[in-house]
């Protein structure tokens, strides 16, 4: 498992974006799954939409259907936990797609990351681990 921001799901499915090439390449060569929450899955289809209408939104509902990206469910019990990342982070500001990411870091142990948002640089998981930001 590798998590993944909503920045790379979309690059994975716009073929206009710069990267689009490397990252789907990086994905096969990872032979990993995918996972994201609903917050970025929301952020992606949203952007998807504007961007290239339902064929993009397809394209993304196919990495689901494909078991290639996961959904990481995010509790109510740990909401608490969200909200508390985002004051501790409100100097970013960290939003809420980023601040489900860290908590599913820490729910899940799962340090690597698949993104093009610097803030990652930035965030600890549990306030001591970095974040091991896949690069191309």
Known sequence: MILCDTGILICLVDRTQPRHHDYRQLVIQLQESLTTNWACLTEVMYLALRQGGWAMQKQVAQYLLDDLLTIYDIRSSD????????????????????????????????????TLDSDFLFYRIVDQKNFNIIQI
């Open 79 to 114: 909401y608490g936990r969200l909200f508390e990342l985002m004051e501790q982070y409100r100097d970013r500001p960290m939003d809420l797609a980023d601040a489900t990411l860290v908590l599913t870091a820490e729910k899940t142990r799962e340090n690597r990351i698949l």
